[in-house]
Structures are given as structure tokens and as C-alpha cells.
């Protein structure tokens, strides 16, 4: 398969599964969620980091970072709700969310650089 039909296909198999995953939440949003926290953008991204020739130390490398990264990312699902409880608007909310997670990224990823410096 040529680089341009394979570049075309991860992005529209990538984009089928999230729209997947967005109908399905209209329908059950247990199971849409169940689906959500699969991750799938990662066995995606190391699938076609595999394909390009990625090497295993590259992998394994990138799913370790993964595993430090889901700590900061999980802000999201803390700070969103708690604010729309608190009687925020989805989209403020979304933006607190978001911006704690990013905030948490650049910390975690100061703790990755010093812990990473030590070893």
C-alpha cells in the first residue's frame, strides 16, 4: 500500500472510531465510555508506529511515556464534572478541565525530565 493510501486509511479509521464512540454515547453512555477509556489512540498510534518502522525500544519508550501521561490526563474527568456540579456551564468547564489537564502535563512532564536526568 503506498505511504499516501496508508496515511488516508489511519486517518479515516482513526475518525470512524471516534464518531463510532460519539453515536454509540447517544444510545448508552456507559458502554460509549467504556469504549472511550480503551486505548485505542494508542494501540492505533504504536500500530502504525510499528508499520513505519518504528523501533521496539521506540515503542516500548513511547508506551511508558503513555503510562506517566494518563496521571495528568485523568484532570479532565476530575476538575470538568466537579466544576458543572458546581454550576459552570459545559464549555467553561470543559475549558477548566482542560486546562488543569494541561497544567498537570507540563508538571508531569518536569517530573519525567528530573526522574529521567537522575537514572
Known sequence: MSSLIFDIFKILLTALIIFMVAQLSQRDTLLAAVLASIPLVSVLAMMWMNQDGASNEEIVNFSKDIVWLVIPSLLLFIVMPELIERGWDFYPALGGGLCATIIGYF???????????IS
Open 107 to 117: 508538571l508531569m512532564i518536569e517530573v519525567m525530565n528530573r526522574f529521567q536526568s
